[in-house]
């Protein structure tokens, strides 16, 4: 039988990150991937000159992530590029619509002429971004739980502006636009950002998120790796391989062997067994650990039972363009924008977001634009574009192929009048409904592809339920190491890298003891009545 250190499931990006990371500290890993190219949601497909990213796309995240410096991906081929302006806001046809320029000093004139006193409010937030931006992202990214990275946080605000911080983690961001700012400009910005997780923009943390994708977005951009996003997955393939992981692909995992309360193994398909002398790291949906890979006896009744309360975040219908000419924006502010933000103003996003939370599908979509060619040229023949399209449905709704008609044909009317004469210059498209993202990629349950809900009900402690929310399971050496762990979806291999951390500092002698405690302690919690 085949043994090494340890085995991770699954070569999204998070598995990868966690390769490298134990890698780098000597340990044999060996990743196994089911699909036949490693990423998992991190990845393009190309033809005939076209390159098309079949997921996500465009990642401020992953350019800012301390993880994802530390592991210097650009010397292993990674190359970013950028759109002449990151992004527009679109509210509907016949307005200006409002952009976010690469300068802040560009993006605050353009806010102080729509509302005197915007501009300097603009700065003074951005202000603020470039003294937190260190602490905040350690915090959110490397440690589980983030006690020192919370306190250095404190520490470089002063306990004056500390809890005003605090307080912005639970605002909504309707609430956020509303008190920094008298234009409408600045929310359009802050609440469209918001709008890429799934958080209706009058509920706690939509603010926390629309600031932060802001400010990266002012920061860094919406950039995207030359030559599709997959390349981001090969650099981190050759980053893990370099460091002396091994990763096969086109082979799943059936089984996690658990005996004594310790993970021991896992079984290939075909009967293949690989023993593990430290960890087992899975970087797969909760359900897929949960309930396909761990036997029925090895999980908790109180987990089981929590992890049915499990929401996923709201199913995605991805629509796919090849334009033989730029899209034909009547704003000039679109013109240009890697990424635009359209279809509503922030009443509108409101609307929008409790049509949804209704179970109704909207009318008239909101919707994320990637003007991918703009970003970076390679992706389709000179003069054209590659473009995306993403909005949602209904949770209840994600297998209704009705819905995914209506809404295809409620976006198609919505660039009607924002670009007339678009479809004159569709030389292709490819729609990906809910069903179509689960079936390419298991872990992107419902369609969903942030790995579950980002409302405040199912992170931190929560995530993915009750009682876990960091990488460790109530399984000694065994790890969650995907976005349905704490700090959640996006590409910025936090989750990954938590994963690895945690089984590095209990391999040795001295995390044994502590390891003990917490699996015995989650163990036991997850044994009572949820």
């Not at 949602?392 to 004469?421: F, I, K, N, Q, S």
Request: some cysteine; aromatic content about 6%; charged content about 20%.
């Amino acid at each position: 039988m085949e043994t090494v250190d340890a085995v991770v499931i699954g070569a999204g990006h998070h598995g990868l990150v966690t390769a490298a990371y134990l890698a780098d500290s000597g340990w044999d890993v060996l990743v196994v991937e089911e699909r036949a190219q490693v990423g998992g949601a991190v990845s393009s497909r190309s033809d005939g000159g076209w390159t098309e990213d079949e997921f996500s796309a465009c990642h401020p995240l992953a350019l800012a992530s301390p993880v994802l410096r530390e592991l210097d991906l650009e010397a292993h081929g990674l190359e970013w590029r950028h759109a002449p302006r990151p992004l527009a806001h679109l509210s509907g046809p016949g307005e200006g619509g409002v952009a976010l320029h690469a300068d802040p000093q560009a993006t605050a004139a353009d806010l102080e002429r729509e509302h005197p006193g915007d501009g300097a409010a603009w700065l003074e937030m951005v202000e603020q971004w470039q003294r937190v931006r260190e602490p905040l992202l350690a915090a959110l990214l490397t440690r589980w739980p983030p006690v020192k990275d919370v306190a250095r946080l404190v520490a470089r605000l002063g306990v004056r502006e500390a809890p005003d911080l605090a307080r912005l983690a639970v605002l909504p961001v309707t609430q956020l636009a509303r008190e920094g700012f008298g234009g409408t400009g600045a929310g359009q910005l802050l609440a469209g950002n918001a709008m890429h997780a799934d958080i209706p923009p009058t509920a706690p943390g939509s603010g926390l998120y629309g600031w932060l994708m802001t400010m990266l977005c002012q920061e860094v951009g919406f950039p995207s790796p030359r030559g599709g996003t997959g390349r981001l997955a090969e650099a981190l393939r050759r980053r893990a391989e370099g460091a002396g992981a091994r990763i096969e692909t086109g082979t799943s995992v059936e089984r996690v062997v658990v005996s004594g309360g310790r993970v021991h193994g896992v079984e290939l398909d075909g009967g293949r067994r690989v023993r593990t002398r430290r960890a087992v790291v899975a970087d797969t949906s909760a359900q897929a650990l949960y309930e396909d890979l761990l036997d029925t006896d090895d999980v908790p009744q109180g987990l089981r039972r929590r992890l049915r309360r499990f929401t996923w975040d709201l199913p995605t219908v991805k629509l796919n363009l090849r334009l033989d000419a730029p899209m034909p924006w009547s704003s000039p502010a679109a013109r240009g924008a890697g990424v635009l933000h359209v279809g509503h103003d922030v009443p509108g996003l409101v609307r929008w977001s409790a049509d949804l939370e209704a179970g109704e599908v909207p009318g008239t979509p909101f919707a994320l634009v990637g003007q991918m060619t703009t970003i970076d040229p390679s992706r389709s023949p000179a003069g054209t574009e590659a473009l995306w399209l993403y909005t949602h449905l209904p949770r209840d709704r994600y297998d209704d192929p009705t819905a995914v008609a209506a809404t295809v044909a409620g976006c198609e009317e919505m660039l009607d009048a924002l670009a007339p004469g678009w479809s004159a210059h569709e030389v292709g498209r490819w729609v990906q409904g809910p069903q179509d993202l689960e079936a390419a990629d298991a872990n992107l349950g419902h369609g969903a592809v942030g790995g579950g809900t980002q409302q405040l009900f199912q992170q931190a402690i929560w995530r993915p339920v009750t009682g876990l929310g960091g990488p460790r399971t109530h399984v000694a050496g065994l790890y969650l190491g995907s976005a349905a762990s704490h700090p959640g979806g996006g590409v910025h291999g936090g989750c990954g890298y938590l994963a690895a951390r945690a089984a590095l500092q209990d391999s040795r002698w001295w995390g044994r003891p502590r390891e003990q405690l917490l699996v015995s302690a989650l163990r036991r919690f997850h044994d009572e009545p949820a």
